[in-house]
């Protein structure tokens, strides 16, 4: 791998000493700490224990923001941090703690359904509480495994129609190591702990059945414990930058090209792209686009009913905290030479702030793709001209348990948002009897990947949150169908049929819930209906997708009810302050009544109108044998695409210079 | 952009001076001569006039080419050239040169319907004959326009019903350029002058209608003519090899990493890729993936039913030649500073070889993507493993008039074999009187894009042709469609519901005719059922569709029934010499009797057998104002990726060294 050049060294002491401060800036160390003293005092008792389970920026009113954005020299919206705590184990308080000086408090018991996410304190206890338990000792003792090298995790449980509010609870289940650092390769199957969070107790001990555990060989991806014969090489290859960057970092506010953006981030959400404006060179002023996009949920059922297994339904952001397991990126490995990287921070359970580092990386692209280009020949002489496609990266890779998914944000000169997630890492698989296909009889639940392991079916759903604002707040959603249109007269003309584009307006949100499976002949497009060309169209852009699928479970699972903002890939809603988990704010035992499928109920009108867009993009994963024992990336995404948003190609004059 | 650095030219040098040969080869100028050579003497007459419409090699049997490739030293397959020839502008004749010495010839009158790849001699002489015709300069003046800037190209007319066996005519159209290079900004509409090929002759003249030329002001795309306000620039930025590419180029026959395949050029398909295996580590031996692949066909019908665009339903490989419409790539621009580039050779009308010097270009492609990753913090240690993803790609432009179609075969280390094709270059837009979309009453047939410009709706559909040999040549079609499973018994799991794969094997073409609109919930692969991985899965390469689009013409519209082969994205047939051409061999005003679609009705046997996959990707292409004057990349494609082909991940031990 390539060595860092030294000049990147300079961009990162740049960003970590800039003073710039913007209203939608992630909370910073020393506001991590007063969030922890205020609530502290708060609760004035040494004996009350709080936990944190979440603490973030408390977004400031939109039209706060956008006014601060006119006017920067006015008062700022105010700083506020929102928290979710657990106080003395039994209740959760929603507190708002205000960051401008006075650290003015609000506190608000939480009674509805459902639990906020974990926090990792109450995570390793449970898994320590497990192998500790004698019964375990013995269960361990029976499979002949070294205690040593047990690695035990806890998991949410999910719901499953339980009546009333039942406690904390997680199952712990344990992986071996032995030989490998490839645990998810070696589970241990059969055994069930069942903890009691809140009373951090072994609520439930079963052993069910002594299943093999894969063995080690082979399962090691680390690059040292590899053995011949290899393969062939490659020579070096790097992306240079003779000058440097071009873009320009100030706080997390980014700018580069045409484009203008902030960057924050969120324990819940990872990464949080806000004011996204595109610089246009005709009108000679910035257009916004996009006023806040981020990954809302991310849905993972599995779809094996083995009883250590039925449950595994995991709600990334929502339980676990998509941006808290982030991966500090590797330089030249994640990112090529010529990234940036940032560092960003979230709270620990006691409320410390705990520094990520290299938690985004920020690159230029050049990938040897065309941005546009022509040849002529029909002309006196032949010109050909063509401009390299170099575009802006934003990454952040979120390592929850096994998988790890790579969160791109790239932004086009031509003007197009394109959003990817590259999913990798490694199969979380089923320990199993079975050495050959051959052997199955029933249901296995997925393919045999490997002796002793099946690789269990399940699905991947991302839900964006995409609160487009194209050139302004009011927008409509706008479905352009393209309909076969027969030529019944032939002296009109010879051909019998073409098609031609009808335009629709999604009166409200029924009218925008939509499978994009068998909607190819239809485009969506964002406009503004108030803004419109020189020669008449409404200002838009347009919705690309890419590899869409829709859930397979039954409406009435549990698991769907929980999910069922998966049940459509669009859903357009009108601005709701409230309204940014799909799968509600409490997903851990979520009942699905906080979830996008129950606030689109109340059809609520959408047109002319401040709206957002919630896209969601999924795999359908039936594992293969090259997933092992690490998987090579898979990856999804969408692009928002200007359609009649400039007046012409936007990057006609790109790379052109006196 | 960047200087070509010094090494580059040394790799141009060795190809160009490498002797090694390849029953795949494309024809040499040698060749090009020799067949020119013999069919002349063929028709001993001084006084019979040829006209070559293509020239190209005849396939070797498949069996022949496999056999030589296990045997290299054994005696070669025949290397023929196959001609198609007007002969005295009357007769078509298919005809064979045997070039291993004898020039052995063999001679066939074709009389079916349908005509050849026009030839650009042709097409010239019919646009000089209208620029030449009285009535033409009558309405050149009229319009007030200069007739030294109107540039006439000729079309194919398509088949709308007529009986019998028409000439072989085409219409002139004309643009303007005074004050521009972009020619197709500017249509000069209403005239059309339908000329006789056979006779040279102008056939029919009318002058429907005046409508005026949009301007030339904002249409020239060329940097040199690009006036202030300028956009913000970006910083150089390149891809560098420091020890140069890792790939090797034997003729045409080319290994990189774990890849080894054949690089081909026909001046109907452009590049053909064949032969591509890719070595196993773990069995240290190569395995074939693809025999052959390429693009049989283009498909462009636009929308519009005025009188002089009805008939523009192109067919850009079989009437126009997708090859020899290729390209020059630009160094540094058309492919990054690593790029080596190859020439490719094409017949003249008359015979003679035409070099195209950077019609191929080969590089590696490193965009800052991850192969795979994962970062483990369960273990002892946090243990972080990433791997670059550097792939091969090989890419030739194909403009065709006035689109440019960027080809890109990209080979990754993975197994996959992602095809990618980029849409750029100039629409073809209508002139109107209509300068606001507000004037517009009645069928417009597409957008106001700019003062008196209507961006006319069409479509592109590119078919590809891929002899899949998934380690071996018997393969089947394996569709795994994902099933949700009721769960009836509360008893047995919490859970309602699950899904789980249900595989069936095509037996029959008609098994295999698949709309991917609609079709998520289903892996399509193609698998060797006779040969297993060690735990018993089939072998196989999965397609991974991208996006994709159904025609919306009627069947019955003459339009479709010549390009019926777009009506499903997906078709599985047996392997037959002669299905090469997925519109058929004579394309010009066919009439979809030699079609794919045709041939599959025989609903023949697929399974267990030399099958081909062919695939259609599309667009329906509703243009905006930012495709004005040039379109800004629009890309689709589709990925083969390896499906328990491997044991394992094959790119585990990428990047490692002892």
């Not at 800036?25 to 609530?39: G, N, Y």
């Not at 359970?349 to 029909?378: K, S, V």
């Not at 035992?589 to 129950?598: E, F, I, N, P, V």
Request: charged share 20%; hydrophobic share 35%; proline share 6%.
């Amino acid at each position: 791998m390539s060595k860092l050049p030294a000049f990147l060294f300079y961009f990162l002491l740049t960003i970590s000493i800039s003073l710039s401060s913007h209203p939608l800036d992630p909370l910073t160390p020393a506001e991590f700490t007063a969030v922890q003293t205020a609530v502290r005092a708060h609760y004035s008792s040494s004996h009350t224990s709080i936990a944190f389970h979440y603490i973030g920026l408390k977004d400031p009113p939109k039209s706060a923001v956008l006014s601060h954005l006119h006017h920067p020299s006015a008062v700022p919206p105010p700083r506020r941090a929102f928290i979710i705590a657990r106080v003395n184990h039994s209740t959760t308080h929603e507190l708002t703690v205000d960051l401008t000086g006075n650290n003015k408090i609000s506190d608000q018991v939480y009674t509805g359904p459902g639990y906020p996410i974990f926090t990792t304190k109450e995570q390793l206890a449970a898994s320590a509480l497990a192998v500790g338990h004698p019964p375990f000792l013995e269960s361990v003792r029976k499979r002949g495994l070294k205690l040593g090298e047990i690695v035990c995790q806890s998991y949410g449980i999910g719901w499953f129609g339980e009546q009333g509010k039942g406690s904390r609870i997680v199952k712990v289940m344990c992986n071996y190591l032995d030989g490998t650092v490839n645990l998810y390769m070696r589970p241990v199957e059969g055994i069930t702990v069942t903890v009691d969070l809140d009373r951090m107790e072994i609520i439930g001990y079963r052993d069910r059945a002594i299943v093999p555990v894969p063995k080690a060989d082979g399962t090691d991806f680390r690059g040292s414990k590899q053995r011949p014969p290899f393969g062939p090489s490659v020579n070096d290859i790097d992306v240079v930058q003779p000058n440097g960057p071009s873009f320009q970092i100030d706080g997390h506010r980014i700018r580069w090209a045409n484009w203008d953006f902030h960057l924050g981030f969120d324990m819940r959400a990872g990464p949080i792209i806000s004011l996204a404006s595109i610089f246009d060179v005709q009108k000679q002023k910035f257009r916004r686009v996009l006023y806040r996009g981020f990954v809302s949920e991310l849905f993972v059922p599995y779809m094996d009913l083995t009883e250590e297994w039925y449950y595994r339904t995991y709600f990334d952001a929502g339980e676990y905290g998509y941006g808290s397991y982030a991966s500090s990126l590797l330089p030249g490995a994640d990112c090529p030479a010529n990234a940036v990287f940032m560092e960003a921070y979230f709270p620990d359970e006691d409320g410390n702030p705990q520094q990520l580092p290299n938690a985004f990386c920020i690159f230029e692209r050049y990938a040897g793709d065309i941005m546009w280009r022509h040849t002529e020949t029909a002309t006196p002489e032949v010109v050909t001209e063509v401009r390299r496609d170099v575009s802006l990266v934003v990454r952040m890779v979120s390592t929850v348990g096994n998988y790890d998914y790579i969160n791109d944000w790239e932004f086009k000169q031509s003007g197009s948002i394109k959003v990817t997630v590259g999913l990798t890492g490694v199969l979380e698989v089923r320990g199993s009897e079975y050495t050959h296909k051959d052997q199955i009889h029933g249901e296995s639940y997925g393919p045999v990947l490997a002796e002793n392991t099946i690789g269990s079916n399940h699905d991947h759903f991302l839900t964006y949150h995409l609160d487009l604002d194209v050139d302004g707040e009011q927008n409509s959603f706008s479905k352009s169908k393209l309909e076969t249109v027969r030529v019944l007269n032939s002296t009109t003309s010879p051909r019998k049929s073409y098609w031609r584009a009808v335009v629709e307006t999604a009166k409200t949100e029924s009218d925008a819930k939509i499978n994009l499976a068998g909607s190819e002949q239809i485009d969506f497009t964002f406009v503004n209906p108030n803004k419109k060309t020189d020669v008449g169209n409404s200002v838009g852009y347009r919705l690309v997708p890419g590899s869409v699928v829709s859930p397979l479970l039954s409406d009435d699972d549990y698991v769907q009810i929980r999910g069922a903002f998966t049940k459509y890939n669009v859903w357009v809603t009108p601005y709701n302050e409230s309204e940014k988990w799909a799968g509600g704010v409490y997903v851990d035992q979520s009942r699905g009544d906080d979830t996008l499928a129950k606030w689109s109920l109340g059809d609520r009108e959408i047109e002319n109108r401040d709206i957002v867009l919630w896209y969601t993009l999924g795999i359908h994963h039936v594992p293969c044998q090259e997933d092992f024992p690490v998987m090579p990336t898979l990856s999804s995404g969408f692009e928002l695409r200007p359609n009649n948003f400039f007046e012409r190609n936007p990057v006609l004059k790109a790379f052109v210079s006196l």
